[in-house]
């Protein structure tokens, strides 16, 4: 792992682009690791290969509520291993460790993925002011001159005794700098905010409420209401979509709901219905 950030401080690299001031890690840490709450601890570095490998491996020895930040990511990872990478300070970058023990069974851990899509998208809208929609099971959407683009991805990982869940965000990425034409930020959806500061609060602070009402419900996603809150703000629910699942298999149909296991649900031409657990899902078009 590269130096902390008390390190960090004293180099002036941090400060190259005045456009994209470094995150203060001390005012986060004031704001967000208090008595009581989630967050036992927020650790922000200048560079590393990936936030999420670096606190799976520290995870066995760190509590819950564990935070890693990268001001940037040189092997950031999403799913099917594809990459991540962006300027550095052009967006969020990390990963926080959960522990939900006895309270939840393990075969609910998979709705962590969800979660943190919904606990980011509420954030940012509060935060932000801009509408982030959700696509199963873990982009995060925005809207750039009437097209929907990926301006985040989430990937959860299970550890010994728990899940790390990295969240990568594109927040001031301008077109030049999109990895690629379907890519977006919210400074292109037009954010009210992109102070990464604020924005970084604001979606640990949810995914804490979230969690914390997910964790007291025992992982039941009815009861919590993360189930149904997915299904509202789930932009692939209600279109035609393309999953490619593992083995080479592909299924097209009807996106319909998203189950209690968090499976999307997929209709076919045939009508018959199929439950969807993993796979890379495109959308088609809207089902009117």
Same mark, same amino acid.
């Given at each position: 792992?590269?130096? &902390?950030?008390?390190?960090?401080?004293?180099?002036? =690299?941090?400060?190259?682009?005045?456009?994209?001031?470094?995150?203060?890690?001390?005012?986060?840490?004031?704001?967000?690791?208090?008595?009581?709450?989630?967050?036992?601890?927020?650790?922000?570095?200048?560079? +590393?290969? &990936?936030?999420?490998?670096?606190?799976?491996?520290?995870?066995?020895?760190?509590?819950?509520?564990?935070?890693?930040?990268?001001?940037?990511?040189?092997?950031?990872?999403?799913?099917?291993?594809? &990459?991540?990478?962006?300027?550095?300070?052009?967006?969020? #970058? #990390? &990963?926080?460790? #959960?522990?939900?023990?006895?309270? @939840?069974?393990?075969? *609910? %851990?998979? %709705?962590?993925?969800?979660?943190?899509?919904?606990?980011?998208? !509420?954030?940012?809208?509060?935060?932000?002011?801009?509408?982030?929609?959700?696509?199963?099971?873990?982009?995060?959407?925005? +809207?750039?001159?009437?097209?929907?683009?990926?301006?985040?991805?989430? /990937?959860?990982?299970?550890?010994?005794?728990? @899940? @790390?869940?990295?969240?990568?965000?594109?927040?001031?990425? +301008?077109?030049?700098?999109?990895?690629?034409?379907?890519? =977006?930020?919210?400074?292109?959806?037009?954010?009210? @905010? !992109?102070?990464?500061?604020?924005?970084?609060?604001?979606?640990?602070?949810?995914?804490?409420? %979230?969690?914390?009402? %997910?964790?007291?419900?025992?992982?039941?996603?009815?009861?919590?209401?993360?189930?149904?809150?997915?299904?509202?703000?789930?932009?692939?629910?209600? *279109?035609?979509?393309?999953?490619?699942?593992?083995?080479? *298999?592909? /299924?097209? =149909? +009807?996106?319909?709901?998203?189950?209690?296991?968090?499976?999307?649900?997929? *209709?076919?031409?045939?009508?018959?219905?199929?439950?969807?657990?993993?796979?890379?899902?495109?959308?088609?078009?809207?089902?009117?």
């Amino acid at each position: 792992m590269t130096p &902390s950030d008390a390190s960090a401080g004293a180099s002036a =690299g941090r400060w190259s682009n005045l456009e994209r001031p470094p995150l203060n890690a001390e005012g986060l840490r004031r704001a967000l690791v208090t008595g009581g709450g989630l967050w036992t601890s927020l650790e922000v570095v200048d560079t +590393t290969g &990936s936030t999420n490998t670096d606190l799976a491996a520290r995870a066995p020895e760190l509590p819950e509520g564990a935070v890693l930040v990268a001001e940037e990511q040189s092997a950031g990872r999403g799913r099917l291993d594809r &990459s991540w990478v962006a300027p550095a300070r052009s967006g969020l #970058f #990390f &990963s926080v460790l #959960f522990k939900p023990g006895d309270a @939840v069974p393990q075969e *609910r %851990w998979g %709705w962590l993925t969800l979660l943190a899509g919904v606990a980011t998208a !509420t954030g940012l809208s509060r935060a932000a002011g801009v509408d982030t929609a959700l696509k199963w099971p873990n982009d995060l959407l925005v +809207t750039v001159d009437g097209e929907e683009r990926k301006t985040g991805g989430i /990937l959860a990982e299970r550890v010994a005794d728990g @899940v @790390v869940v990295g969240i990568g965000l594109n927040v001031s990425l +301008t077109e030049d700098e999109l990895p690629v034409p379907a890519a =977006g930020s919210l400074a292109l959806a037009k954010a009210a @905010v !992109t102070d990464r500061d604020p924005l970084l609060r604001a979606v640990l602070r949810s995914l804490e409420e %979230w969690y914390g009402n %997910w964790r007291a419900a025992g992982g039941d996603p009815a009861a919590s209401g993360l189930q149904e809150t997915y299904a509202a703000g789930c932009a692939t629910l209600g *279109r035609h979509v393309r999953a490619e699942l593992p083995g080479g *298999r592909t /299924l097209t =149909g +009807t996106a319909e709901a998203v189950d209690t296991d968090g499976r999307l649900v997929i *209709r076919t031409a045939e009508g018959q219905h199929e439950a969807v657990g993993a796979g890379d899902v495109v959308h088609l078009r809207s089902v009117h």
